[in-house]
């Protein structure tokens, strides 16, 4: 027990005297410059109408009825889970 205090002691002298760097810790991240462009969210955009068209049409042509408010704001995406889940 006193072989491991005065081990701990030992080494907490030679941190706490050891040279260190006036910049130690510190972490100089540099800016970042965003390089997208617009036609990313263009193609989001007519992916997103276009899956919703195909849902609708889908739909209708199937049930005879409109996509419903959850369906519509999910570009369709709802619809083609639950049109999954009812096949089975």
Do not use: H
């Not at 080494?11 to 810790?25: V, W």
């Not at 999910?74 to 889970?81: A, E, K, N, S, V």
């Amino acid at each position: 027990m006193a072989r491991s205090r005065l081990l701990a002691f030992a080494l907490a002298t030679a941190l706490a005297f050891a040279p260190a760097q006036s910049n130690a810790g510190i972490i100089v991240v540099p800016p970042v410059v965003a390089q997208g462009s617009s036609g990313t969210g263009v193609f989001g955009l007519v992916g997103c109408v276009v899956s919703l068209m195909i849902a609708a049409t889908d739909k209708g042509n199937k049930y005879k009825q409109e996509l419903t408010t959850d369906e519509a704001l999910t570009c369709g995406l709802l619809y083609w889970i639950r049109e999954a889940s009812r096949n089975r």
